[in-house]
């Protein structure tokens, strides 16, 4: 990967939604060099897909919480694929110590957590769940 890729990914990752032409002017290169870029990215696994940024009022109405999941013993990959199937669980990390495994959620009520929650705790393999339900963000760098 050389300087224009990284430039394009990091432009990319910036707003997923910039043109091929604006990228080609932004870089003062052919619109043809940029798309062929992007393809390579795209086929060589870099970029794995396109997506959005929720803005604050999208994020402002959804209360998330992280689920710490113990697992029984060596359902931990089974566990996962379950999850996966869950629309409101945005993502699960393996983790170290005595939980197995952490999820985030996300919902637009407390009820909705609450359903959430239960379909966690009733996924075989899934031997307990702890709860802690985010107040407020005091900052995130990954928005």
Known sequence: MDDLDQKILAAMATDSSTSV?????RFKVARSTVQARLEKLETNGTIA???IKLGDVALARRIKATVLVYCEPRT??????????IPDVEMVATSTGRVDLI????????????QA?????????????????HLSVKFDRSI
């Open 21 to 25: 032409s604006r990228l080609a002017r």
């Open 117 to 133: 929650l239960e379909q966690i705790a009733s996924t075989t393999g899934v031997q307990d769940i702890e709860s802690l339900i």
């Open 103 to 114: 999820a985030q959620i996300a919902c637009g009520t407390t009820e909705d957590i609450d």
């Open 76 to 85: 931990s990959a089974g566990v996962v694929g379950k999850l996966k199937g």
């Open 49 to 51: 897909g396109y997506t």
